[in-house]
């Protein structure tokens, strides 16, 4: 994820995900839970496409649940094979994560306000980039694309319910042509 700084937070349940595969995987326990085990790739902080395979390899793992940013913005060309090199490697990506614009998973009040597709602000940034992160996931014969819709309103007579389905419909709607797809919220 990265904040309105540029700065990238690091996710909790990523690196305990990979701690936990480490540990596993020293034990013995390797092959069975490399085979069902996937390591958010935002998670790892990757500068490249080799930077990330190199990190998801450390601890035996081979499959990712990529996030989209990274290859669509394709910096400085870090990116440009990400493909091939999960061909060569053996790496399976098993779903796709889109970011939100502005996005700050530190804290649930953070959340709450910065979060997934709620924030007017970014909407329409957000917006295009979904728009493209679809499409590359079409191109790289991704599936499953998921998405963090933010903290949702539980009742229809809530003033942004209306806004906030028109926006979740909006995106299904791109989503199917090419992917499937999965939705996360900030409330449970």
């Given at each position: 994820m990265y904040r309105d700084d540029g700065s990238q937070s690091t996710s909790?349940?990523?690196?305990?995900?990979?701690?936990?595969?480490?540990?596993?995987?020293?034990?013995?326990?390797?092959?069975?839970?490399?085979?069902?085990?996937?390591?958010?790739?935002g998670s790892l902080q990757p500068e490249s496409a080799a930077d990330l395979l190199t990190k998801l390899a450390a601890p035996g793992?081979?499959?990712?649940?990529?996030?989209?940013?990274?290859?669509?913005?394709?910096?400085?060309?870090?990116?440009?094979?990400?493909?091939?090199?999960?061909k060569r490697r053996g790496v399976a990506c098993v779903s796709v994560t889109l970011g939100t614009v502005g996005e700050d998973d530190m804290t649930l009040d953070s959340i709450r306000c910065t979060g997934g597709v709620v924030p007017d602000a970014t909407w329409p940034e957000t917006w295009r980039n979904i728009q493209a992160d679809a499409e590359?996931?079409?191109?790289?014969?991704?599936?499953?694309?998921?998405?963090?819709?933010?903290?949702?309103?539980?009742?229809?007579?809530?003033p942004t319910f209306t806004t906030l389905q028109a926006r979740l419909r909006q995106i299904a709607n791109q989503c199917c042509r090419k992917v499937t797809p999965g939705v996360t919220s900030g409330k449970c």
């Amino acid at each position: 994820m990265y904040r309105d700084d540029g700065s990238q937070s690091t996710s909790l349940v990523g690196a305990a995900g990979t701690a936990l595969a480490t540990r596993l995987a020293a034990a013995g326990a390797k092959a069975d839970l490399a085979s069902r085990l996937e390591v958010c790739s935002g998670s790892l902080q990757p500068e490249s496409a080799a930077d990330l395979l190199t990190k998801l390899a450390a601890p035996g793992l081979a499959r990712l649940q990529i996030a989209l940013d990274p290859i669509r913005e394709n910096k400085g060309g870090a990116w440009s094979d990400f493909a091939g090199l999960c061909k060569r490697r053996g790496v399976a990506c098993v779903s796709v994560t889109l970011g939100t614009v502005g996005e700050d998973d530190m804290t649930l009040d953070s959340i709450r306000c910065t979060g997934g597709v709620v924030p007017d602000a970014t909407w329409p940034e957000t917006w295009r980039n979904i728009q493209a992160d679809a499409e590359v996931a079409g191109r790289l014969g991704l599936g499953l694309v998921s998405f963090h819709a933010g903290f949702l309103p539980h009742e229809a007579s809530d003033p942004t319910f209306t806004t906030l389905q028109a926006r979740l419909r909006q995106i299904a709607n791109q989503c199917c042509r090419k992917v499937t797809p999965g939705v996360t919220s900030g409330k449970c």
